[in-house]
């Protein structure tokens, strides 16, 4: 006979293991479901090892979704100040990096270590190595099939994530789930991930390994942070946060010198009339990215000789150049998968399927995308919480 719980849920990454402890510690009887050995595989690697766990910025609009509202109801009902009141309850060590980016001095594997223990606390039953190979719901109950578990339970949460970075055991399991139980599923896309130049524009991955300051645009996104050059394309974190908003078609403008003041080439040139193009740019930009941009603007050899319409017009350049990225690196290298289960499906209140009482979904599966820097690991704690509650 199956077992019985009153919350099965499926994925032991951090909305799940969130959501898990919480509906324990209010006397839930829950499994936790996963098909891989050991649980939170996405945090252990997550922030170079450190984990960026939370933003002391977020906010709702630091999230993509068709529903730009939808996350917030569960992101003011859990803070990042409530996630850090717990990582210090466990005296885990911290610090902020920038941008409002909260990391572990130590490891990543605290986060880990932390939530199992809120789970132990909660009574949580975990069943690792256990594929899903059945998921039913008859008579207000949901059954599962998985790895040696047959377990039954009238709410069923969803916390599978999506399919970025297969080889950690990322699928997109959870898609499957929402149309087996006729949930709309927004298209899912790689985000957060590295953009790649073709064509004519291939010439710049022989800068590969070159970063600098810079602003990057993408129709109404603009983010100022470092973008590196490599031998696909583009990266760096101004590049990966404006990947999300980037679609297939379109150009993403980078502003070389974002501190740069109007006019501060014609400046140069009354200045310094025998200085060259790449010497100024070199002074404020690597020098392979200097020579490159010189390069392609082709000004005459000397600012003095060149007329005061040309610098305008090579400054404008520098200030939005425009890169055709012709694809991204796609799921194997995207940080987070934006698209999902639709929020439209969903309360935001208790992360429940509207058509569907006692099925939940929860983190990264759901069509809520955050910005690079924390965000995303907010998202699946809050989204935990709030679907905890109402187990
Ligand atoms: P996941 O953490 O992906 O958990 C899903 C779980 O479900 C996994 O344990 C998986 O094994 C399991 N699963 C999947 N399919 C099945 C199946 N068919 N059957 C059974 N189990 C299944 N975000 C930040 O906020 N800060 C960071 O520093 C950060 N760094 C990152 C670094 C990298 C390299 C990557 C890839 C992502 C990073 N992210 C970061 C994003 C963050 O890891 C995710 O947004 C977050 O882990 C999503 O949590 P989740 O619980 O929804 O999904």
């Known amino acids: 006979a199956p077992r019985p719980f009153d919350a099965i849920i499926l994925g032991a990454g951090g909305a799940g293991l969130m959501c898990a402890a919480i509906a324990g510690q209010r006397g839930r009887r829950v499994l936790v479901i996963d098909h891989a050995p050991e649980p939170g595989r996405k945090i252990l690697i997550s922030g170079g090892g450190r984990c960026n766990f939370t933003n002391v910025h977020t906010a709702p609009d630091r ?21 850090l009141d717990l990582v210090e309850k466990h005296r885990i060590a911290w610090h902020e990096k920038t941008l409002g980016q909260l990391f572990c001095d130590g490891s990543a594997r605290q986060i880990v270590a932390m939530l199992l223990e809120e789970c132990r606390a909660g009574g949580v039953t975990l069943g690792l190595d256990a594929p899903v190979r059945n998921v039913t719901h008859a008579d207000a109950l949901f059954r599962v099939e998985a790895g040696s578990w047959t377990a039954e339970a009238p709410a069923l949460v969803i916390a599978t994530g999506g399919p970025s970075i297969p080889k950690l055991g990322a699928t997109g399991f959870a898609y499957d789930l929402a149309r087996q139980f006729g949930l709309k599923v927004v298209e899912p896309r790689p985000a957060l ?39 696909k394309g583009l990266s760096g974190p101004a590049i990966l946060q404006v990947s999300s908003y ?29 200085a060259k193009l790449a010497s100024v740019l070199g002074e404020q930009l690597p020098s392979r990215l200097a020579d490159t941009l010189a390069e392609r603007i082709a000004l005459a050899a000397e600012l003095g000789n060149a007329p005061d319409k040309a610098l305008d017009s090579a400054e404008q350049r520098l200030s939005a150049w425009e890169f055709q990225p012709n694809g991204s690196e796609g799921f194997a290298k995207a940080e987070v998968t934006a698209g999902g289960i639709s929020t439209a499906e969903l ?20 069509d809520v995308t955050g910005w690079l820097g924390g965000y995303n690991f907010q998202w699946a704690w809050a989204s935990g919480v709030a679907a905890a509650q109402a187990l």
């Open 63 to 83: 999230y993509l979704s068709a529903n730009p509202h939808f996350a917030r109801s569960a992101l003011a009902r859990y803070t990042p100040r409530d996630f």
């Open 193 to 231: 991930v590295p953009l790649t130049l073709g064509g004519d524009e291939a010439l710049f991955r022989e800068l590969s390994g070159v970063a600098a300051p810079v602003e990057a645009r993408c129709g109404k996104a603009a983010f100022r942070e470092a973008a590196l050059f490599t031998h």
């Open 246 to 274: 980037w679609k297939r078609g379109q150009a993403v403008a980078i502003d070389f010198l974002p501190q740069a003041p109007a006019g501060w080439l014609r400046e140069a040139k009354r200045q310094r009339p025998k």
């Open 347 to 366: 309360s935001q209140q208790t992360m429940e399927a509207k058509k569907l009482p006692g099925l939940h979904v929860i983190g990264e599966a759901v």
